[in-house]
């Protein structure tokens, strides 16, 4: 049963070892390296260098950045089984090309398998959960990526209910 949820709910597809905090990046194609090159020994990822292929050609169809400092690069990939994330807190924020023009410091990278379904549930979880305020200020305040992953499952169960 967890395997069919793993694909639909934000907390089965982060792991705190992909999870970066207080982290640096000159520019978004340094820290979409730096989260692509996170998924590296992940059983759910095929070929790295098609998936950072498949994530930089979204990019180049239209930034990510969405706003309130937010940016979620992503793609769709059939060398992944899984949906599967790497994430982000800037210590520094970076130009997006978001939007409202802010700058971004919370990145969530995320690659999801050619499906259909996956990538839209995930990508609308996600903004669901990152739309709050109080939740994107405890992401930023967050420790570590234990505690990125405590804030993200909270927030995540109680929007759902599940």
Do not use: W
């Not at 804030?151 to 209910?161: A, D, N, R, W």
């Amino acid at each position: 049963m967890r395997e069919r949820e793993g694909k639909f709910f934000v907390r089965y597809s982060l792991d705190p070892k992909r999870i970066f905090v207080k982290t640096s990046a000159q520019n978004k194609t340094e820290i979409i390296n730096k989260l692509v090159d996170a998924l590296k020994d992940n059983e759910a990822i095929g070929d790295l260098e098609k998936i950072r292929a498949a994530i930089f050609a979204r990019e180049a169809q239209a930034s990510t950045g969405i706003a309130d400092g937010i940016a979620i690069p992503h793609a769709k990939s059939s060398e992944v089984s899984k949906c599967v994330m790497a994430v982000a807190v800037l210590d520094k924020a970076i130009d997006f090309d978001a939007p409202d023009k802010k700058p971004c410091d919370l990145i969530f990278l995320l690659v999801s398998p050619d499906d259909g379904n996956s990538h839209l549930e995930m990508i609308g979880r996600l903004g669901l959960i990152l739309n709050d305020k109080e939740t994107q200020q405890n992401l930023r305040a967050a420790n570590d990526g234990y505690a990125l992953l405590e804030i993200m499952q909270k927030q995540e169960k109680e929007l759902l209910k599940n």
